[in-house]
């Protein structure tokens, strides 16, 4: 994961700005951002970010979905201060990034992908704290901890060290602390890793009512689901590039198919695959690994028996199968060959 630089207020000066301001919708721009870390112990540098160009707008909830080391968090990382770009400019609100990090900070919340609730403290503290810490008197710090604990479903939780919390509530008081000196711009950097599924819904419970109050929040995560039912838009992340960037809908849309149906079979999938796009009903295919998959127009009624027999018929003997809708798993394996989780 990316590395924190609490010294980026002493970074290198930002190179002159091809951009002024940003427009009133856009409140997130990326400009050519790239960050390129150094090789240790003689292993070749990572372009974890290549040549980034990105804009978020007002209210929105938006999407960075990819896979393990795609550039997600060193994204969030350049646009929150806590890494320092290697070129190219990260705008937040109208604020240079890099060359206004304090006030870039008074913009924007942030939830890391690591649990970095303060232990020495009570869960309480840890909010009241931080709304201290961005200049909040002590009377408003406090009514916005008791508030958010409300909010979050926390106030038993007030006076409990940090330690004994569920990775859920752990979750929800970074949000809380994230959002508690009421910041313009929310970063959730992969906001339900790990949690099981009855917290996450609870965590996006949370998301989606910040959301219509009008919160604009930029999320990563590498789960399609929470990509396709929390976000207006979704850029697909990959290798520190942006692949694709639409709304769900237009995502799945693009693969030209109304069905999806995912094979196992024994034998070879490439020779299955070139027989099934022989025939009429199979628009296109695609192997990864020991799966198949083939796409349609339509649904599978009718089609999912004739292509069954047919693959029987050719010696091919079918171990396993399931029918979707195309998914924003099935954009990103159609755009890079690979699956999301490997
Ligand atoms: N401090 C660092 N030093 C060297 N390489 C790094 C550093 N931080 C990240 N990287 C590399 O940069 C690439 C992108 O990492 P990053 O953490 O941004 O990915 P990610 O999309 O957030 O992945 P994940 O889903 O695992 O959180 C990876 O190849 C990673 O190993
Ligand atoms: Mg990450």
């Excluded at 009421?182 to 959301?211: C, M, N, Y």
């Excluded at 849309?253 to 796009?277: C, F, N, P, R, V």
Aim: some cysteine; hydrophobic content about 40%.
């Amino acid at each position: 994961m990316a590395s924190e630089a609490p010294n980026a207020a002493t970074g290198p000066p930002p190179a002159p700005s091809p951009v002024t301001a940003i427009t009133g919708t856009e409140v997130i721009r990326c400009i050519g951002l790239t960050k390129q870390f150094p090789g240790r112990g003689g292993a070749p540098s990572v372009k974890a970010v290549d040549n980034l160009d990105l804009a978020v707008r007002k209210g929105e909830i938006f999407g960075l979905l990819g896979p393990n080391g795609a550039g997600k968090t060193t994204t969030v990382g350049m646009l929150t201060t806590r890494v320092i770009p290697t070129s190219g400019q990260a705008i937040v609100g109208d604020i240079d990034v890099v060359a206004e990090p304090a006030l870039a900070k008074q913009l924007i919340g942030v939830v890391p992908q690591v649990n970095t609730l303060d232990r020495s403290l009570t869960v309480f503290e840890n909010l009241y704290f931080h709304g201290r810490y961005f200049g909040m008197g002590a009377k408003a710090s406090r009514a916005a901890a008791n508030e958010l604990l409300e909010r979050f479903k926390l106030r038993d939780r007030a006076k409990a060290d940090t330690l004994t919390l569920s990775g859920g509530m752990a979750q929800r008081v970074m949000v809380a602390r994230a959002i508690l000196h009421k910041p313009a711009i929310l970063f959730l950097d992969e906001p339900t890793a790990g949690l099981d599924p009855q917290s996450r819904i609870a965590l996006w419970e949370v998301v989606q009512d910040l959301h219509a109050q009008g919160q604009t929040i930029l999320l990563t995560t590498h789960y399609m689901e929470e990509a396709d039912q929390l976000c207006d838009r979704v850029a697909i992340m990959d290798h520190g590039k942006i692949l694709a960037l639409d709304t769900a809908d237009g995502l799945k849309g693009s693969i030209g198919a109304d069905t999806e149906i995912a094979l196992q079979a024994d034998g070879d999938l490439d020779a299955l695959a070139k027989l099934l796009e022989a025939g009429d009903t199979v628009t296109r295919t695609q192997v990864t690994g020991n799966v198949l998959r083939a796409y349609l127009r339509g649904s599978a009624h009718g089609a999912l028996p004739r292509l069954i027999a047919s693959a029987d018929d050719a010696g091919f003997s079918i171990t396993d199968v399931s029918v979707t809708e195309p998914t924003l798993e099935t954009v990103f394996i159609s755009l890079t060959g690979k699956e999301l989780r490997e």
